[in-house]
Nanobody
């Protein structure tokens, strides 16, 4: 069983910073990719940032220069450091990880239940 637990969401003023964490636990053989998605009210879910096991990163254009994704391999944890927050960043942020539970498993996606980030103007 694999579980993702997110933390760090909350209310912050525009221009402020917030750090999200997501820890994967359970029967994990390897973690291939960890990512953050978000879904704002009335909008579709979108990829915010992703990081591979090799350290390659990918960001949505809207957050480049403001958000930084990182990971702690030993702890199976991914972080999203968010700075210069804007009201349009308000959304439920979801952690997602592609994980193999054994050496024969090519990997499947696991999702956290989400954490709400609200940026006030």
């Amino acid at each position: 069983q694999v579980q993702l637990v997110e933390s760090g969401g909350g209310l912050v003023q525009a221009g402020g910073s917030l750090r999200l964490s997501c820890a994967a636990s359970g029967s994990i053989f390897s973690v291939h990719v960890m990512a953050w998605y978000r879904q704002a009210p009335g909008k579709q879910r979108e990829l915010v940032a992703a990081i591979t096991s090799g350290g390659s990163t990918n960001y949505a254009d809207s957050v480049k220069g403001r958000f930084t994704i990182s990971r702690d391999i030993a702890k199976n944890t991914v972080y999203l450091q968010m700075s210069s927050l804007k009201p349009e960043d308000t959304a439920v942020y979801y952690c997602c990880a592609r994980i193999s539970v054994n050496r024969y498993d090519s990997g499947m996606d696991y999702w956290g239940k989400g954490t709400l980030v609200t940026v006030s103007s």
